[in-house]
């Protein structure tokens, strides 16, 4: 199977000709016996059209021919890819998607054809993206390349679909955000804490606050936990679900890792979640069973987590505390804990973390000075003579 080149004349109104070169191969039999033949082209000369049946040939003789079609990249992702993965992906990571699509992506390369898209192309959309990217400004380097990794998705499943012979985003030269400094880390020292915890007795989500502050629960985690994740007993709840907000709706999702993990209590913390287990059973005229939220608005429905955010906004104000995000409650636990002497291991599963490496990468650099007694320990060893020995003669 060779294919063949073949040569187009066309003679415009003012009598111009141009000449356009095409590969056409024979790619089998159709269903009516007859031969069925496919165009690729056109080409300037009739060198690259030589060069492009070379290839070609190849590719089918290889198995991994792929048919020339007008899909844009556009057509392929919103009407295919995205119905696809729908079913297999948390809600929130299919609304990212989606979103990043829709903002960032189509508007730049959606028109191109899916099989003339090319790694320079994505290059140049990066590049973009990180100078001046969208109505609020650059982006970061991590977001860039967190839509390259989305990118790169939407092509592997049009290569596995056979509507594409390549993956081209594995040529393409995202940004590297290790490269870039690191964004520090905001937290609050032990004693910022304490104010926080002091602020917040007597609010109808004290324990909430508590929980929040004293386990590293994520926000989702600590609004997701139901009474049957709760042994106040053996003083430890079992995180297993999370409420999230994909599009301002509240659905029910899992622990960001995907799996459920055990945390322990601290005594005034169980103590808290008592008095507010009878405070549930007050506001709801019966006792909370099982699959009721711990932590929920009045009438038992789910608390929005942007709601929980603002709130936390508001105290802290109010308080005259130091600001951060109700996320930053996750890294003042972690950074608490390791100041304390916490096994990195211990802390990294109390977190759900992937694995203690991570843990290390993320908290080591926030601890400026708690190598000093490694430093003098290792100094002391070493015996340093008062002036420096005389070179022998």
């Not at 191109?112 to 290059?123: C, K, S």
């Not at 393409?172 to 400094?181: E, F, I, L, N, Y």
């Not at 999370?242 to 169980?270: F, N, W």
């Not at 109390?350 to 290792?378: C, D, N």
Request: proline content about 6%.
């Amino acid at each position: 199977m060779r294919g063949h080149i073949h040569k187009r004349v066309r003679t415009n109104a003012a009598g111009t000709e141009t000449v356009r070169w095409y590969v056409v191969v024979d790619v089998g039999i159709g269903t009516d016996g007859r031969r069925k033949q496919k165009w690729h082209g056109g080409f300037d000369t009739r060198r690259e059209a030589e060069v492009e049946r070379a290839k070609i040939v190849n590719s089918l003789h290889s198995g991994s021919y792929t048919a020339p079609n007008r899909l844009t990249f556009g057509q392929w992702a919103v009407e295919s890819w995205l119905p696809m993965i729908r079913t297999r992906i948390k809600p929130s990571t299919y609304d990212s998607y989606r979103s990043n699509m829709e903002i960032h992506v189509l508007p730049a390369i959606g028109h191109r054809g899916l099989q003339q898209l090319t790694a320079l192309m994505l290059n140049t959309l990066y590049a973009e993206l990180l100078r001046k990217g969208g109505e609020r400004g650059p982006l970061a380097p991590k977001t860039v390349r967190y839509i390259h990794t989305t990118i790169h998705k939407v092509l592997a499943d049009a290569v596995d679909a056979g509507v594409v012979g390549s993956n081209v985003a594995e040529r393409a030269k995202p940004p590297r955000p290790g490269r870039v400094r690191a964004t520090r880390i905001e937290c609050w020292e032990p004693e910022e804490l304490a104010a926080f915890l002091t602020a917040v007795r007597g609010d109808r989500l004290e324990a909430a606050w508590r929980t929040a502050a004293m386990t590293g629960m994520r926000r989702g985690e600590v609004l997701g936990l139901r009474w049957g994740d709760v042994d106040l007993d053996d003083a430890r709840i079992s995180i297993r679900n999370a409420i999230v907000s994909v599009a301002y709706e509240v659905l029910e999702s899992s622990p960001k890792s995907h799996q459920a993990r055990v945390v322990d209590l601290d005594p005034l913390t169980v103590e808290m979640l008592r008095a507010h287990h009878s405070r549930c059973w007050k506001e709801l005229s019966q006792e909370p069973g099982e699959r009721q939220l711990v932590f929920s608005a009045e009438d038992g429905s789910p608390i929005h987590p942007q709601s929980f955010s603002q709130a936390f906004g508001r105290i802290i104000e109010r308080a005259n505390l130091r600001k951060i995000r109700l996320h930053d409650l996750r890294h003042t636990h972690a950074t608490i804990a390791v100041k304390a002497g916490v096994p990195v291991k211990v802390i990294s599963e109390r977190l759900g973390h992937e694995s203690p490496a991570f843990t290390l990468k993320q908290y080591a650099h926030v601890m400026p000075g708690m190598q000093a007694e490694a430093a003098e320990q290792i100094a002391a060893l070493v015996v340093c003579p008062k002036a420096a020995p005389k070179p022998r003669p």
